[in-house]
């Protein structure tokens, strides 16, 4: 290699893992619409739970394949070109209310393989009941890519969508091995993830886990405080109320006067440090108060913590005014 060439193997080269595609491994049978055979006939009125997918040529041109499999069973490509008319099983089975057909993308009016159906066969939307878009699914469970690609990979299986191939000639009398391959997965794929899509439920967001803050910086308009605090003075009651009391809670950068309700004086024992969660600040004759309400969580800490207060810096005993 000369001065300053690059060669195989060099520093600058990067080496990816080769991606592995999942295939469709079964048996596939690709037949004219005149010559499926009677035993495939009657595979297909039998089947309770198809795949189904459609090929055309180009973005205006008629259906010209339909691929459909059963759970079991071969798979089926069935080319339709230059057909105005569905093959009878075909048909029968797109019109029962009694088989589910799993397509890709949205089943809906005016999308486009229930108007490739209708432009190509006079097959109506309202005339086929039965068929579950992938899309309307994925969206119902609150999935937020839902093409068969993502849905699948949701599932484990990385799909191969090659778009020269999806953009081919699907006219022709006798399909390439790829265009069969691309096809089959494509109906394959579209009834396995129907068969687990149907059942999957979308797990609850993780958990956030709270921010915990320091008092210092503390103001007026805080809301939404998350500490953990140490308390230095037990509750006491409240001139003019029954239920009010007032303790005082601390960390290392100052301390605080909490209003304390109810219940929540039984926590407040000097030396215990509580967790407090979505507490707010309520002015009290222009002083800082700390307020945990019935939105709020005030409990004891769930790990020993071990801090010095800072007790000279009182943030309740700087006095606000309201300026209008």
Known sequence: MGKGGKGKGSSSDEWKEKVQYDHFTGDVKVCKAADISSEDKAYIEKATIVGVDFEWKGKDGPITLVGIVADSGPLLLVQVVGDKELPDCLEKCFKSKDVIKAIGGFWEPKRLDPRKLEETFGLKFEDLPGFVGLSNMGTEKGLYKTNLVALAELFGWTLKKDRDIKAGDWEVSELSDAQKEYAADDVWFTLQVYLKLKDYVKPPPPKKEPKFRKLKGINP????????????????????????????????????????????????????????????????????????????????????????????????????????
């Open 221 to 324: 308009d805080s809301k939404g405080l998350n500490f953990m605090l140490k308390c230095v003075g037990a509750p006491t009651a409240v001139e003019g109320s029954e239920t009010l009391k007032e303790a005082v809670f601390g960390d290392e950068t100052g301390i605080v006067t909490m209003s304390i309700y109810g219940e929540q004086a039984s926590l407040c024992t000097v030396g215990a440090v509580l967790r407090l969660q979505n507490a707010h600040v309520k002015m009290i004759k222009g002083h800082i108060r700390v307020v945990v309400d019935r939105w709020g969580t005030m409990k004891a800490a769930d790990e020993a913590e071990s801090f010095e207060v800072d007790d000279k810096t009182d943030f309740s005993a700087t006095e606000y005014e309201l300026v209008k």
